[in-house]
């Protein structure tokens, strides 16, 4: 389904959504200049959102850090923030949501805590229109536009928004607006699509070449910044936090040691290669990277995948 | 607190309790443990449990009773060193049954050679007792590190080959001292059909190997890894080894598997 709407007619979108009971977040800079999920309806686009820094998306269905339950009884603890629609995500985001789907609900567990935030939350993906610092999401097949993991997607196609509907939910809000020129859409994507670089995907692979390898693993500082900041990052660790009575999930990151270590201080994994290697097998590897750039934007030590792609595609 | 709540929850633990605790060998205990979903573990798998602080650990199930496990449990890291200060009566946190079990249909068609070391005759132990052609090839550090002693002469009354070795004699010992693979030849080797190697990493390396090239075929050769798992339900993410989680997707592989799991980190597929 494609619908055609104006400005108001998405801001109309948005109200319906708060009246069904969802909490409107969307781009909004504070006043240190950084982009936050702001709540209530926009005035208008933000046109120079590129993306946050943050992946918010992951954080609302997974948190970084949530009690699981209750050492005491074992009590299940379920923390939830409501329903929240989530206006402007980033194609990249959205794929990403979507490959998290597939790895916390359509394996052999579900993972409840997950389930229940996911199904609370509606995503309205905007397309982009110009790539954001060190992305590469169109080689990873994750943008400009999503495929995957939005409810809506908009594209702002001269002057108008066109709605691509990806949920049953979705088709019933839109379903009274106009429908869309699917071959206008087509030519605007065409034309959007040329701006974005396109790297050689099949160099772009597990395994990491060694000399790559090497270079990556002699610069990482193990800050794990890039972990913290990956969209597809869910790797988790669950503990109790001395003096309290819960039993917490917190993210984990395989960049530092103490994720592939073993009783009594032995490690899976004692070398910073051998953890770099273990992260590129995921992300390349397994394909969870979306091709967002937070990694790069973030790593203090030229060590994430703009070095990895200028080690492996060289001057291309 | 319902039943059907902590079941939705696939990383809370259940309640449970410790009915007695036996001692095996110096720092080496069976937990026997009170648990209602005891008839669901087949030979092979494990569950997680958490001694009620810290973090909770993936242990092999030795034995089943009528509601009760029984856990096998060496005095290694914090949370075994916790398990260690615990009394009969005591509650501790359960779940699973979890992973995929050794495969027994295939292994009830055929002779099966066990090749174990040390503390890997707890996760083979049901799967041994449950099969009626099977040979034990069981080393230890040493005499007192053999487990499950009492067990020995019902095996072999039952037909059972048992050989055992000892890393270091003690005066005591007179049977064979060696690493396990010493008692490894051609003539045991291709008198099985399939074999099952349990132990330290190190012994499952060399003892699958030595398996392989005595004549069995690595596609009947059956491991089980210990990997790091935090979880146990193949979220957390940290078993991992190239595009398989040991905790779901084993923690039983063939070194087939095992294998083509070494060529996909290597990038030959993908």
């Known amino acids: ?316 | 607190m319902s039943m059907k709540l902590h079941l939705n929850f696939v990383n809370v633990p259940l309640p449970a309790r410790i009915v007695s605790i036996v001692d095996e060998a110096p720092d080496i205990k069976t937990f026997v443990i009170r648990y209602d979903r005891s008839a669901q573990v087949l030979p092979g798998q494990f569950v997680m449990l958490f001694p009620g602080r810290l973090w909770e650990i993936p242990i092999s199930v030795a034995w089943t009773g009528d509601e009760e496990i029984a856990l096998t449990i060496a005095r290694v890291g914090k949370v075994t060193s916790a398990l260690f200060q615990m009394n009969v009566g005591d509650k501790i946190g359960v779940r699973g049954p979890y992973g995929r079990p050794w495969p027994m249909d295939l292994l009830r068609d055929g002779r099966v050679l066990f090749v174990i070391g040390g503390l890997g005759l707890a996760p083979v132990l049901m799967a041994f007792e449950q099969l009626n052609k099977a040979t034990l090839v069981y080393g230890a550090r040493s005499s007192r590190f053999l487990l499950y002693r009492d067990r020995y002469d019902r095996w072999k009354r039952e037909g059972k080959e048992v050989l055992l070795t000892v890393d270091r004699a003690s005066e005591e010992w007179d049977g064979h001292v060696g690493v396990v693979t010493t008692l490894l030849d051609e003539e045991i080797v291709s008198s099985h059909d399939y074999a099952v190697v349990a132990g330290p990493p190190i012994m499952m390396k060399f003892a699958s190997e030595m398996l392989e090239k005595l004549g069995m075929e690595s596609d009947r050769i059956f491991l089980t890894l210990e990997n790091h798992m935090k979880c146990g339900v193949g979220l957390c993410g940290h078993c991992r080894v190239g595009d398989k989680y040991v905790c779901v997707d084993g923690p039983v592989f063939s070194l087939k598997e095992i294998r083509r799991l070494e060529e996909w980190a290597a990038g030959e597929v993908i």
């Open chain 1, 1 to 316: 389904m494609l619908k055609r709407l104006t400005w108001e007619q998405v801001r109309d979108v948005l109200r319906n959504l708060e009246g069904m009971g969802y909490t409107v977040l969307h781009p909004a800079k504070n006043e240190f200049g950084d982009w936050i999920p702001r709540q209530g309806i926009p005035e208008r686009w933000p046109e120079d959102f590129p993306n946050y820094l943050f992946p918010f998306l992951r954080e609302i269905v997974l948190p970084s850090t949530e009690p699981v339950f209750d050492t005491a009884d074992y009590r299940p603890i379920f923390h939830t923030y409501g329903k929240i629609a989530f206006f402007g995500a980033r194609p990249c985001d959205a794929t990403a949501l979507a490959y998290t789907d597939a790895f916390y609900l359509e394996r052999l567990f579900r993972d409840k805590h997950y389930e229940k935030r996911r199904k609370d939350l509606f995503v309205i993906s905007v397309a982009c229109t110009r790539p954001c610092e060190n992305s590469f999401c169109r080689t990873m097949g994750a943008g400009p536009f999503a495929g995957k993991g939005f409810d809506i997607q908009l594209y702002p196609v001269e002057g108008l928004w066109y709605a691509e509907a990806g949920s049953d939910a979705a088709r019933e809000l839109l379903r009274d607006y106009p429908d869309a020129d699917a071959g206008r859409l087509e030519e605007w994507r065409k034309k959007v699509l040329e701006r974005f670089p396109l790297y050689d995907r099949t160099k772009l692979r597990y395994p990491v070449p060694s000399p790559v390898r090497d270079f990556l693993s002699d610069r990482c500082f193990s800050c794990g910044g890039c972990i913290w900041l990956c969209p597809t990052c869910t790797c988790y660790n669950e503990r109790q936090p001395a003096g309290l009575n819960v039993v917490v999930r917190e993210q984990d990151a395989c960049l530092l040691s103490g994720y592939h270590r073993l009783a009594k201080g032995a490690s899976l994994r004692p070398t910073m290669k051998e953890m770099m290697g273990f992260r590129y097998e995921c992300k390349l590897g397994i394909g969870f990277c979306t091709g967002c750039g937070r990694c790069s934007t973030t790593c203090i030590g030229y060590a994430a995948m703009d070095a990895y792609l200028e080690k492996t595609l060289g001057g291309e």
